[in-house]
């Protein structure tokens, strides 16, 4: 049974404990379509994917949160970016035969790296630590642990359909009044298994969980496969590799071309178009464009 794309938070009334619960469909299908995994990188990129969500909605931010594992084993590099109207795109790369081992043995000297590009500030939040734990989800605790200082709980899983994730959070309580609500939150939410958590609706999962608490459920957010690639882009790329690497490529292809990792989508630029790319930019502005 597919639950369909969306996330949604919840609260625990009587406790300063909030919780959010990712089901990504369609969205993790448009990852899969375009590249062929391997199932543990696959299932981990899912994982990832879910994760990135969770952790996007954690945050206020207006822009793009990108979420990268860079390693030296069998799995070398793992991208998810997720804007903050939850439009996601995610990409792997690995060598060789990929085993079922622990997450931290595949990314072998692991970094996690949480960027967050805000689209009005020059500001960009930069936050590194290092890969531990078996797991996605011990590898975020670790993050939220030493970058927010939140306790904080995560339960994930990725097959070829789906995936799907649940935080737990516990919130800043400076009377520390519950410590054991948040005990038993922790041990409830532990009780849910990878089949659950994939297959069944939110309300479902909460209510098998939770049905001894008051839990205060908010509406369904959507989240979408949106990549944000683009011709102005791929040209700043262009531009930052220089002219004489661009026209030595011109000259021994005919023209440059460049695949998006994310969606395949392809960009040519003949010799006209790269020369336009490296002409000097008009000092006047230029003529607003009609759309
Ligand atoms: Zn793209």
Redesign the pocket.
């Known amino acids: 049974m597919l639950t369909g794309d969306s996330l949604q938070r919840f609260l625990f009334e009587h406790a300063p404990i909030r919780g959010e619960i990712v089901h990504l469909d369609a969205t993790w299908q448009a990852v899969l379509e375009r590249r062929d995994y391997p199932s543990r990188v696959r299932d981990i990129l899912g994982e990832l994917m879910a994760a990135s969500a969770l952790l996007t909605s954690t945050i206020k931010f207006d822009g793009r949160l990108i979420m990268q594992v860079q390693g030296s084993g069998p799995i070398n590099l793992l991208v998810v970016e997720c804007t903050s109207d939850r439009a996601m795109r995610a990409v792997a790369q690995w060598k060789g035969e990929v085993p079922e081992a622990p997450l931290s043995e595949l990314v072998g000297d692991g970094r996690l790296i949480v960027t967050i590009d805000t689209h009005n500030a020059k500001e960009r939040y930069q936050a590194v630590v290092n890969v531990e734990g078996l797991s996605v989800a011990a590898a975020f605790e670790n993050y939220f642990a030493r970058s927010e200082q939140l306790e904080t709980r995560l339960w994930l899983a990725s097959d070829a359909h789906q995936a799907a994730g649940m935080l737990l959070q516990r919130m800043p309580d400076s009377l520390q009044t519950d410590d054991d609500a948040w005990q038993r939150a922790v041990h409830l939410g532990s009780t849910i298994t990878r089949q659950e958590l994939l297959a069944l609706p939110v309300r479902e999962i909460i209510h098998r969980l939770y049905h001894e608490e008051d839990i205060r459920l908010f509406s369904r957010m959507p989240v979408s496969f949106r990549?944000s690639?683009s011709r102005e882009r791929v040209e700043r790329v262009l531009r930052m590799l220089g002219q004489d690497e661009v026209r030595s490529i011109l000259h021994e292809q005919g023209s440059v071309h460049v695949d998006?990792e994310?969606?395949g989508?392809g960009y040519t630029f003949d010799q006209i178009d790269a020369e336009q790319i490296f002409a000097p930019q008009p000092t006047i502005p230029a003529a607003p464009t009609r759309h």
């Open positions: 990549c690639c998006c994310f969606c989508n």
